[in-house]
């Protein structure tokens, strides 16, 4: 029989990504201790491939990181999922870099700190991510303003004119509007809207977006922009003063 993981963690996964192993091996002996499941990377390419392959429950990163720092790892992180991240911030001049660039971290610490500060903080995030989600049933139709998207007819009208689609559009424009504001890497859209078995290239995801602009170019009162973020991926960013219905 397998002994049931005792205290706080209840076996949660938690990635530290952090190049300063004293620091590591402090978190790692009071998160195993409090039963966590603790796994460490040194670097953030290393952290990104525990993520993707281990797919914890929290990731704690150090913005100063040999090869990818903590910033590139976090948008990286941020563009495929909504596991919380506390940064670890060296000094209070990076600690407002972090607030300024909203890199998406959920909650930061200046180091040096006190352990049983850095425990509550990652209890109270695990928390606040285990809350039952509002949006745990995808809604059938999208409203910003005169755009309308229905799941159940497949229909794209804006100011009522209705919009042609291929399936393979109407997926990605409902994919992508289900989540505005977020960024989306090529892959994470490749998986969501074509399937993980889906064999092609992720251009394929670049040519469908271009198709997507193309006719929307027809409706300049379109509430909405695809955005591409250089280097990362793609985001629907709505116009101030509208908001989204669903
Ligand atoms: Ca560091």
Known sequence: MVAEPVGAGRGRKVLIVEDEESVRMTLRYNLAARGYVVLEAGTGTEGL????SRNPDLVVLDLMLPELSGEEVCRAI????????????ARGSETDK???????????????????EFMA????????SERPQRTS???ERIRVGGFVLDASSRRVLVDDNPVKMSPREFSLLFFLLSH???????????????GPDFNGDSKT????????????ELFPSLPFRINTVFGVGYRVDIAPGIHLQR
């Open 121 to 128: 903080r990652i209890e109270a995030l695990l928390r606040r």
């Open 180 to 194: 505005p504001g977020r960024v989306h890497s090529r892959d994470a859209i490749l998986r969501a809207v074509w």
């Open 78 to 89: 941020r563009a495929e999922s909504d596991v919380p991240i506390l940064m670890l911030t």
């Open 49 to 52: 491939e525990l993520m993707r």
């Open 137 to 139: 049933a995808p809604s």
């Open 205 to 216: 995801v670049a040519v469908h977006i271009r198709w997507l602009r193309e006719k929307f």
């Open 98 to 116: 972090v607030n300024g660039l909203g890199l998406g971290a959920d909650d930061y610490m200046t180091k040096p700190f006190g352990l049983k």
